[in-house]
């Protein structure tokens, strides 16, 4: 993050951002999300991925440099498998993500909580997606009616998680 992390806390941006928030171009995540992960506290620019129940395309968008970025995956609120594990969680953070928002499961949750990145995710679930690589890269997604575009930025804490068009300052 390029501020210090006390100045990009979620209630400290909405409080800053009361118009943006009145005009939908900061939006906030319903507070469905679990938090894994050692980083309580994450930002950065959106990368998205709409998939369900296949996380072929998780492996090798978490391949590629993260540059700060928050992975945002769509898997459509599924719990009947994890899109998300212990081995992305590394890769992930070897490669330099931000965080990763799993609109679905992950698992190994204690190897995602060893790891020095963001997670935030419905829920546990122990039982493998499958790998096809079917899905979609870069397009807008809705997030529990939240909409997320490729670039938008992501903030999240303990608190909350925000979707701003633009990236913010408190």
């Known amino acids: 993050m390029s501020e210090t992390s006390a100045s990009l806390l979620t209630c400290d941006l909405c409080d800053a951002h009361e118009p943006l928030l009145a005009q939908g171009s900061l939006r906030v995540l ?14 950065g620019p959106a990368a998205t991925l709409r998939l369900f129940e296949d996380n072929g ?4 968008t ?10 945002v995956i769509d898997g459509g609120g599924s719990l009947r498998c994890a899109l998300v594990g212990g081995n992305l969680a590394v ?7 931000a965080g990763i928002i799993v609109h679905g499961c992950v698992r190994d949750t204690a190897e995602i909580n060893a790891c020095q990145i963001g ?11 499958v790998k096809k690589g079917g899905g979609e890269a870069e397009v807008t997604v809705t997030i529990a009616g939240v909409r997320i575009a490729p670039g938008q930025w ?6 909350g998680v925000l979707v701003a068009d ?4 408190a």
């Open 154 to 159: 992501i903030y999240a804490d303990a608190d």
């Open 91 to 97: 890769l992930a953070e070897k490669n330099g993500w």
């Open 62 to 71: 978490l391949e590629t440099a993260g540059q700060g970025r928050v992975l």
């Open 30 to 43: 319903p507070p469905v999300f679990l938090s894994f992960g050692a980083k309580s506290q994450f930002a």
């Open 166 to 169: 633009q990236a913010l300052h």
């Open 57 to 60: 395309m998780v492996r090798s």
């Open 119 to 129: 997670v935030r995710a419905l829920a546990a679930m122990p039982v493998r997606s």
